[in-house]
């Protein structure tokens, strides 16, 4: 497979972001929702689903 120059960007700028906090993934987040404010867009969050009973015991025994 041939590789993509666009997914590589993509994968620096990811692992940029990542050594910036030190891989702390609390961190990065708290730093992507402050760009998300500052960034003036708007953006929708959806309530948490519930996850199906059958799906959940599947997870379960794994």
């Given amino acids: ?8 960007e993509i994968r620096k700028i990811r692992r940029e972001h990542t050594d910036k ?7 990065i987040c708290e730093d992507l ?7 003036g ?3 929708v969050s959806f309530p948490p ?3 199906s009973e ?3 015991e599947s997870s379960e025994r794994k």
């Fill in 1 to 8: 497979m041939k590789d993509d120059p666009i997914v590589e």
């Fill in 21 to 27: 906090f030190g891989g702390d993934l609390h961190a």
């Fill in 33 to 39: 929702r402050h760009q998300e404010k500052e960034s």
């Fill in 41 to 43: 867009r708007e953006y």
């Fill in 49 to 51: 689903r519930k996850v």
């Fill in 54 to 56: 059958e799906f959940a």
